[in-house]
């Protein structure tokens, strides 16, 4: 009697061990729906947001899309306005593709001498500096480049100091930390066997860095460097502190000029909404957002070419 | 302990210039010693095999031999490697110039991210050979050698990593044997393979013999018996017993070296 009893207790007390683990699961379950429901909500209603404003510069102002592309005139107020955003777009793509230019090697450098050069005391040094040096705020990065950059390149070359080329050099130290933390695991995620194979068949390091280690681990490297464009491409307050903000394209690497986002942040709290020139910095909202998705659709094929 | 290991007296080959052999080798990470004052000789046209259980340091005395632990920091070794007449294992050694001699193959195939031809033409590039014609020829020898050319030579220009694993093995044989080296180094390298994959390997490695010295390291028995001629137990850092491979594994004075042999085989 007694090992029934015990036997019909051990039953129920699963039993209700089993339904403890249905309901956590389904607490569980439901509130990691909510939470992925409200991602996919907010992402949508924003790209839906963003999309619908962006457009009504041409749907609604009737400005036609080659004119807000090409146009080189921007004077968004008055009776007669013109939407030119080419010389925002420009400025964009100028200074995005200069800092890559300047950083890229930099950084690839940096990733090497961390992980092939002297992987010892070189890794330890370096890698809080890049940590430290993602974490500093954008405004301090602009304010360094307005005390420090600027002044030197007034010094040095001919006009201000502000203007394309010191956007570019903000922006340069600003995307280091990217392309270098990316750098270095694709450079120590490369099997040890294949660098000695190289040694192996007399080849010396350098040689070694150049034909095998740098072109196996190309692809991801230019993740890193599509990463850091992209982040250099949406940076706005630094850039604005330093590049003049005058609405031309510029001739030379001297000149004052714009990006689309540092013109999106000084004209936001000036214009009322609906206002054409308030669709108009949607629209370019809407560029950048676009602008944005290819990068990611970018990194996507590198990941892809690497994985094959 | 001491007593059971045999001494070995065998060891004592004429010193003559086609000498290749090691001589109290030991080999330490950090303070610790991975290989303990072993010699051995390595006889012309001839497979010599490394066997014992795993960490006994079969890996760490290959790659030494070939100087390819100076790349681990930290990694330092004792005693001599005499390659014809050179000790290689002295500080002055040109590494660099040591390792065409010594071509070595790794347990994962592992060819660089280029094409075929590439991969074997990589080696001879730096090591002075100009003009396509002579690439060429090196890349068609090499590919020969290693069994592989007939089923590559219509795809020469395709990503080595398009081939099978026993195909990019071969290549990296292939790749090794690219700047004529007088020795060939192989870390376990059929273990990754499959059964087909495998004989081809051992078949390529009983063809090269004829013209070159191999030290293969294996975990595989019938492997060492198959294709080695001399056989080497190591165990813990120490060469335990050495001789002929059908001695060995017949009759094998060690009674740890019979053990280890009956376990594996059994
Ligand atoms: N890079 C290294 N740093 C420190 N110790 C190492 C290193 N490589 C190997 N060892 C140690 O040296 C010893 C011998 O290692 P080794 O790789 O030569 O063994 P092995 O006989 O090749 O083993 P296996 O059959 O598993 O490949 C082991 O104890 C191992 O832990
Ligand atoms: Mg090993």
């Known amino acids: ?308 | 302990m001491e007593a059971t290991l045999t001494a070995p007296h065998i060891l004592q080959p004429a010193k003559t210039e086609r000498d290749f052999r090691t001589e109290n080798l030991s080999i330490y990470y950090g303070t610790y010693e991975a290989v303990k004052g072993i010699s051995l000789p390595f006889p012309e046209k001839s497979v010599t095999a490394l066997i014992g259980p795993s960490g006994c340091g079969k890996s760490t005395f290959l790659r030494s031999l070939n100087r390819m632990n100076d790349e681990i920091s930290g990694s330092t070794s004792k005693g001599s490697i005499w390659i014809d007449g050179v000790d290689i294992n002295a500080s002055g050694t040109d590494v660099i110039k040591l390792r065409q001699k010594i071509g070595m193959v790794w347990q994962k195939p592992n060819p660089f991210y280029k094409s075929i031809y590439e991969n074997i033409a990589f080696g001879p590039k730096y090591h002075g050979v100009k003009g396509k014609k002579a690439l060429d020829e090196i890349v068609e020898s090499s590919l020969r050698r290693a069994a592989l050319w007939d089923e590559v030579k219509d795809r020469l220009k395709e990503s080595a990593l398009a081939l099978s694993g026993g195909q990019q093995q071969r290549l990296c044989i292939a790749r090794a044997l690219s700047v004529n080296p007088q020795i060939l180094l192989l870390d376990e390298p059929a273990s990754a393979l499959d059964p087909v994959s495998t004989g081809k390997v051992e078949e390529l490695i009983k063809e090269l013999k004829e013209q070159l010295r191999i030290v293969i390291v294996t975990h595989n028995m019938q492997q060492a018996a198959r294709i080695s001629d001399f056989t080497a137990y190591f165990y813990l850092g120490q060469l335990i017993e050495y001789g002929m491979t059908e001695k060995v594994f017949t009759n094998p004075e060690n009674t740890m070296t019979q053990e280890y042999i009956m376990g594996r085989f059994g």
Not at chain 1, 138 to 165: D, E, K, M, T, W
Not at chain 1, 239 to 255: C, D, H, K, R, W
Not at chain 1, 282 to 304: C, G, H, N
């Open chain 1, 1 to 308: 009697m007694r090992v029934q009893n015990n036997e019909t207790m051990r039953v129920q007390s699963s039993k209700s061990r089993i339904e403890k683990h249905h309901i956590e699961d389904l607490v569980g379950r439901s509130y990691m729906s909510f939470c992925v429901l409200l991602l996919i909500v907010s992402i949508v209603s924003m790209v839906y947001f963003v999309t619908s404003r962006g457009i009504s510069t041409f749907a609604i102002d009737k400005v036609s899309i080659s004119d807000f592309f090409f146009g080189t005139t921007w004077s968004p107020e008055g009776d007669h306005p013109s939407f030119g955003a080419l010389p925002f777009i420009a400025g964009s793509f100028i200074t995005t593709l200069l800092a890559a230019l300047i950083a890229s090697p930099l950084s690839i450098c940096a990733a090497l001498f961390m992980t092939e050069i002297v992987p010892g005391w070189g890794k330890k040094l370096l890698q809080p500096v890049i940590e430290l040096l993602s974490g500093i705020p954008s405004v301090v990065y602009g304010f360094v480049g307005l005390s420090v950059i600027v002044p030197f390149l007034r010094n040095v070359f001919p006009g201000q100091g502000i203007g394309v080329a010191a956007g570019a050099l903000v922006l340069s130290v600003m995307i280091l930390p990217t392309i270098t933390s990316v750098a270095v695991d694709a450079l120590s995620t490369l099997p040890r066997n294949l660098k000695e194979s190289s040694f192996a068949l007399g080849a010396t390091r350098w040689q070694t860095i150049a034909r095998v280690i740098i072109p196996t681990t190309l692809p991801a490297i230019m993740t890193g460097v599509v990463l850091g464009m992209a982040r250099a491409f949406g940076e706005a307050l630094a850039v604005q502190m330093v590049i003049g903000n005058a609405p031309f394209i510029p001739t030379s690497l001297f000149e004052s000029a714009s990006t689309l986002t540092s013109v999106i942040t000084l004209g936001m709290g000036n214009t009322t909404m609906g206002s054409p020139h308030n669709n108009a910095l949607w629209s370019m909202a809407l560029v950048l957002m676009l602008m944005t998705f290819l990068f990611v659709f970018v990194v996507r094929m590198l990941e892809k070419r690497r994985s094959i």
